[in-house]
């Protein structure tokens, strides 16, 4: 079955970076994509960008292209995010889930597995 | 960007309920919208894509319809598992964007 495994809790300083994770499995890695979005406490999901493993190609929200990077190993089907210059307003959920955007706007495949999420807290 | 703009922000509803959330994109994005229920404490989970398809595993008493820009999203008979957050996604182009979340509270 269809898992994406991500990596557990990061308390981090204002102006640290974090490195998240996402391993994937019950499926071939390469032949999705992987999309990050985080929820903030209170507040609904923000996407935050997407990554094809086959090819490294990105896509990003607009707010978060100068200080996030997502990059993805094939050799251990795990995808990751890294944001940098963290403040509290980064203080979130971060979930991957997966995505099909190679098959075409009509697949079905956008958004239809999640990992459990990720808490990233800043704070001094 | 597409702003993705959702309505009523909140509604109370009783078990037995029909109800409907609408979900207006500012750009034409066809049929490439998702809609996904969140309960508290738990991931969201996919209900509808391509605008009208349901996610297998979902019961029937959830439909989506729409095309173009204008959007809903209709639960019949509420059950007491239905109280949750409802979120609307275009994929339609990048960057894609979530609506801002409508909350159905029991009355």
């Not at chain 1, 997502?70 to 509290?88: K, V």
Request: aromatic fraction near 14%; proline fraction near 4%.
């Amino acid at each position: 079955q269809v898992q994406l495994l991500q990596s557990g809790a990061e308390v981090k300083k204002p102006g640290a970076s974090v490195k998240l994770s996402c391993k994937a499995s019950g499926y071939t890695f390469t032949s999705y994509e992987i999309s990050w979005v985080r929820q903030a406490p209170g507040q609904g999901p923000e996407w935050i960008g997407w990554i094809s493993v086959y090819n490294g190609n990105t896509k990003f929200a607009h707010k978060f292209q100068d200080r996030v990077s997502l990059t993805s190993d094939t050799s251990t089907d795990t995808s990751y995010l890294e944001m940098r210059s963290l403040t509290s307003d980064d203080t979130a959920i971060y979930y991957c889930a997966r995505v099909g955007h190679n098959y075409g706007l009509d697949s079905p495949y956008y958004f239809d597995f999640w990992g459990a999420g990720t808490l990233v807290t800043v704070s001094s | 960007d597409i702003q993705m703009t959702q309505s009523p922000s909140a509604t109370s509803a009783s078990v037995g309920d029909t109800i409907t959330i609408t979900c207006r994109a500012s750009h034409i994005i066809a049929n490439y919208l998702a809609w996904f229920q969140q309960r508290p404490g738990s991931l969201p989970k996919r209900l509808i894509y391509g605008a009208s398809s349901l996610q297998t595993g979902v019961p029937s008493r959830f439909s989506g319809s729409g095309s173009g820009t204008d959007f809903t999203l209709t639960i019949t008979s509420l059950q007491p598992e239905d109280f949750a957050t409802y979120y609307c996604l275009q994929y339609n182009s990048f960057p894609w964007t979530f609506g801002q979340g409508t909350r159905v509270e029991i009355k």
